[in-house]
């Protein structure tokens, strides 16, 4: 590093010869994938709203305002499909940022004791609601709430002495899950033969006839959560140096790592919410991307954000058509999809190891 | 007293023993024509034993049996889903009485092992109802309470149908629940009352008996009428839901009705109030005809 | 500890520190000049690595002050630091698929603001110091599937594109064949020259310390037993004391340069001189 400045320049030259500059992300090639995955999604979503357990014409949904295609491509498919696209798009940008909290690439809402918790918390008010009558509008918030109150006591108990250690968040993280899914048992064996029905439906995810004000609350979540995630991008690269490494670079790790648990547990907590428990997005979506385009999560996150909604509204097209007219739980194609997923990255032996 | 001088006292003393003991812990044997203590897996088995005026000898009942009155002071010995082998036997029952279609088949073959004499029957269909009266009766010795009670039944649907015969035919939607849409599918006793009740179910075409169906496709089919249960937690008409999706016949014209579903969902001697009930909400003109009370609508 | 310079670009004085209330260190005192290379040695648990993390601020000392720069290091930001202090720890995470390139630009980062990319300067800044850790070939390659020596210049590598005024290094040659111990050191040598770079480097290899460095400190027990030039503190007399072993201390006959070798064996297979 004697060489004056002048030729600094030379070396950018160089750089760009030696065809580094594919080694690492520039804006142009950021604008360059989102660019094709947006066009990706866009297929995707034209596609599924164009199909479903009943033919619609396009067209005639468009300009029929009293038609039955209008009726039934408004009122139904295409609330569906947005909100299969933000729940896909919440859960694996929130899976890829969780994964960067805890350093392990196996991590996600699910594992993290989140939507356990937010599902008890959506039983819960089935339940009593019915009992006393109230509106169907209080299960997605007590859904909320209980997914963050889980959250708050993860947090508590896996914080040791002012630290939020990985490892020691992933045990308390399982631990609270095995909670959430032993009280659900417990729930579900209690109460009667009806309410069965509606428990599965919280526990396999579905995206039935979402409010407009669900999708609206689940998007504008969605947004504010991925932002901050984005604003620790460049964090969540350094954090996976290890935390001194990422110290001594200049991040306050402690406080990222509180910002990024803090907004990953309200966006699974939306996302449960309103949809129930859908696993495998949040650990499948971002170990593809991860693997296709690299781990720089800069890229990482927009990407999982737009892999995730086409991934989820696929999903949703396949739940919704092959046993047409009935539907199979949402949940049960991603868990389908999860199984030979890791079947695959174990025989791969993926360059994502767990612990180095 | 020496054992060995008193041995033939002493045998006879264990032997008395083992008979008391026998007869205490062994399952009561039945004389063949009245049973006496009676226990009930399900529901609409509880209220065909009610009818057949065997109440009386009824000891133990599944959760939900909650008609007739009488029956909800019984023991309730588990759930409709899993009955407790262990209460049941608690009961000392002569007879027990287990659904064929449900999951409790496996705890009355467990307790048939151990003894006790069990009848399994089914109610999918109206013919099983119908048999499982007839059977019911036979085993309790009512045979005739039993081909009394089968017949007042076969002629309330019967004559139902046939004031209904000149009615076109209305689509409908039955269901258990919008929260997940459980329907009414083919294959199930409820799927023929519809058509009794002169409807045609959109949900035929499903494969399975109880299909989770999609709203795309409710829609699509345009039912006329639409019955929702909301399992079972609440008897009034359902509004907020289906109001979001005005397009719907049913919607549109306020035929939206709940139901209690110890009345609908029971498979037994009221069969044909069901029927009644879901008549006048089908066909409310020709239900009124034949003096059929219409059930009150939701105006959403 | 004589100061090097009117104004070192690191002064710790004093400092006492520990873990869990148990004491590691005891009133060390040490610094560094600009253009300077000092070197910590001591046996295991002696509080090299303890000494190194207090002035890299990781941890805080119970009392002592330390300064760089000539302000308190407490009263530096975060990321102010950063853009000073370079620090090659031991640890080496690898959770994520990141490439030799990719880790090396992280280095840029505290001179980055939030949302910037790596502008062709910063590029570049990265690129030379993969070239001069050899590491060219390897840019596109992961790190994961270098072996712990290439990881270790990586890291290094990283360091140096902080562009940091002071470099902290922790055992910075372990795992690493001669050639490149010797490449490395070079390397150091050169940026305290060139760039004025102040060096504190953790060392197990008393040579090394010896051949490279301006000035060495002596630690046992937490405490300083000596510190100053390399000939006066890498004594027999001192490092028999130190390390509880007989030494020899000569000079090299190849480079001129103070050799440290022991000078008892129990059980070798050469028999010893007679």
């Known amino acids: 590093m004697t060489r004056p400045a002048a030729s600094l320049d030379h070396f950018a030259s160089e750089a760009a010869a030696d065809g580094l500059h594919r080694a690492h992300l520039t804006f142009a090639r950021l604008l360059a994938v989102l660019g094709i995955l947006t066009v990706i999604l866009l297929i995707v979503a034209v596609t599924a709203c164009a199909f479903g357990s009943v033919h619609v014409d396009l067209v005639r949904a468009f300009s029929d305002r009293a038609g039955a295609d209008h009726a039934i491509f408004f009122a139904a498919r295409l609330p569906r499909v947005l909100m299969a696209a933000i729940v896909g798009a919440v859960l694996a940008a929130s899976g890829a940022a969780l994964q960067a909290l805890v350093r392990n690439p196996l991590a996600e809402g699910g594992i993290l004791g989140i939507s356990g918790g937010g599902a008890f918390g959506a039983i819960v008010a089935l339940i009593v609601g019915a009992r006393l009558g109230a509106p169907e509008g209080i299960v997605p918030l007590c859904a909320f709430g209980a997914a963050l109150l889980s959250t708050v006591a993860v947090y508590r108990l896996a914080v040791v002495e002012g630290r939020l250690e990985p490892f020691t968040l992933l045990l308390v993280g399982v631990i609270f899950n095995s909670f959430w899914g032993a009280a659900i048992m417990i729930v579900n064996a209690t109460v009667n033969f009806y309410v069965v029905h509606s428990i599965l439906f919280w526990l396999m995810g579905s995206f039935e006839a979402p409010t407009w004000r669900e999708i609206a609350t689940a998007a504008g979540l969605g947004t504010l ?15 996976s140096l290890g935390d001194e490494a990422a110290g001594e670079l200049g991040v306050d790790v402690d406080r990222v790592r509180r910002a990024i648990f803090l907004w990953t547990s309200i966006m699974i907590g939306a996302a449960v919410s309103v949809s129930g428990i859908i696993s495998f997005v949040g650990l499948i979506v971002p170990h593809v991307i991860r693997l296709a385009l690299g781990a720089d999560h800069r890229l990482l996150l927009p990407a999982a954000l737009l892999g995730g909604a086409a991934f989820m509204i696929a999903a949703d097209l396949l739940a919704r058509t092959i046993i047409a007219p009935a539907e199979l739980p949402v949940g049960a194609i991603t868990a389908l999809c999860g199984g030979p997923f890791f079947v695959y990255l174990l025989r791969r032996g993926s360059c994502g190891s767990l612990w180095s | 007293m ?12 264990l032997s008395a023993l083992a008979a008391i ?26 209220e065909t034993l009610f009818a057949l005026g065997a109440g009386p000898e009824v000891v133990g009942v599944a959760e939900l049996s909650d008609y007739p009155a009488e029956a909800r002071r019984l023991p309730i010995v588990g759930s409709f889903l899993t009955p407790n082998v262990e209460a049941v036997t608690g009961l000392r029952p002569t007879l027990v009485i287990g659904l064929g279609s449900s999951s409790n088949v496996r705890q009355v073959r467990a307790l048939e092992a151990i003894g006790y004499p069990t009848l ?74 519809l058509k009794c009740a002169g409807g045609i179910n959109i949900a035929d075409r499903a494969a399975q008996a109880w299909p989770r169906l999609s709203i795309e496709y409710i829609i699509a089919s345009a039912p006329e009428v639409i019955i929702d249960g909301q399992m079972g937690s609440d008897a009034s008409a359902p509004g907020g839901f289906w109001s979001r ?10 035929r939206i009705f709940g139901y209690r579903d110890d009345v609908m969902l029971h498979p037994g001697p009221r069969v044909w109030m069901a029927l009644e009930e879901l008549a006048a909400e089908i066909h409310p003109v020709e239900a009124g005809r034949i003096g059929l009370a219409v059930p009150a609508q939701h105006n959403p | 500890m004589s100061a090097s310079a009117d ?157 940091p005024k002071i470099a902290l290094l922790d055992e910075p040659t372990a795992f690493l064949d001669m050639k490149h111990v010797a490449e490395i050191f070079a390397i150091l040598r050169e940026l305290c020259a060139a760039r004025r770079l102040a060096v504190i480097a953790t060392l197990h290899d008393l040579n090394a310390a010896a051949l490279y460095a301006d000035r060495v400190l002596l630690l046992k027990d937490g405490a300083a037993v000596a510190s100053g030039a390399p000939e006066q503190v890498l004594t027999a007399a001192n490092l028999r004391a130190v390390y509880d072993t007989e030494v020899y201390v000569g000079r090299n006959p190849a480079t001129g340069a103070l050799m440290v070798l022991p000078a008892a064996f129990s059980g070798s297979r050469s028999r010893s001189p007679a």
């Open chain 3, 7 to 163: 104004n070192p670009a690191l002064r710790a004085n004093r400092l006492a520190a520990g873990y869990d209330g148990r004491q590691v260190l005891r009133e060390v005192s040490i610094d560094a000049g600009f253009g300077e290379l000092v070197a910590i040695v001591g046996p295991n648990g002696a509080g090299k690595s303890t000494l190194l993390k207090l002035l890299a601020g990781t941890i805080a000392p119970w009392h002592g002050s330390i300064d760089l720069l000539g302000r308190p290091l407490a009263d530096y930001e975060r990321r102010a630091l950063a853009r000073i202090v370079a620090v090659v720890g031991q640890e080496n995470a690898t959770a994520f698929p990141f490439t030799v390139l990719e880790t090396v630009l992280m280095g840029r980062a505290p001179h980055l603001a939030r949302f910037s990319f790596e502008s062709p300067r910063d590029l570049a800044v990265a690129r030379a110091a993969l070239e001069r850790l050899g590491l060219l070939g390897l840019a596109g390659r992961y790190v994961q599937e270098l072996s712990g020596g290439e990881r270790k210049r990586v890291v290094i590598a990283r360091a140096l594109a902080q562009e």
């Open chain 2, 2 to 13: 020496a054992i060995g001088q008193n041995r033939p006292g002493a045998a006879l003393a």
């Open chain 1, 225 to 239: 959560g991925f932002a901050a995630l984005m604003a620790h991008a460049r964090d969540m690269n350094l954090l």
């Open chain 2, 245 to 254: 999706f005005p397009s719907i016949p049913a919607v549109r014209e306020h």
């Open chain 2, 21 to 46: 003991a026998a007869a205490t812990f062994a399952p009561a044997r039945a004389s063949a024509d009245q049973p006496r203590r009676i226990v009930s897996l399900a529901p609409a088995i509880t």
């Open chain 2, 120 to 193: 399994i029957v089914n109610a999918d269909t109206l013919d099983d109802i119908r048999t499982m009266i007839l059977k019911v009766g036979e085993r309790t010795g009512r045979r005739h309470q039993a081909d009394e009670l089968a017949g007042t039944i076969q002629s309330h649907l019967d004559s139902v149908r046939a004031r209904l015969k000149g009615a076109a035919p209305r689509k409908v939607l039955m269901l258990v629940g919008h929260q997940p849409i459980v329907a009414v599918g083919p294959g199930t006793y409820l799927d023929e009352l």
